[in-house]
C-alpha cells in the first residue's frame, strides 16, 4: 500500500500547502512539564483538532 508515495509523484512540480490549526508558539514550552509531557499535549492538541480547527492549545 504505497498510495501516498503514488500520490506524492502525481504532485510533482506542484505546491502543496498543508495546514493544522493555529500555530503553537514556542513561548509555551517551557520548563514546567518534561519533553514526554509536552509530547502528550501536543498529541492530544492534534487529535483534538480533528473535530474542532479553532481550538487553541493552552
Avoid: A, C, P
Avoid at 11 to 38: A, C, D, M, V
Amino acid at each position: 500500500m504505497l498510495y501516498l508515495v503514488d500520490e506524492m509523484y502525481k504532485q510533482n512540480g506542484r505546491t502543496i500547502s498543508l495546514n493544522f490549526g493555529k500555530i503553537i508558539s514556542y513561548t509555551k514550552f517551557n520548563e514546567s512539564k518534561t519533553n514526554e509531557e509536552w509530547s502528550k499535549e501536543i498529541k492530544e492538541h492534534v487529535y483534538k483538532i480533528k473535530t474542532d480547527k479553532n481550538v487553541v492549545f493552552e
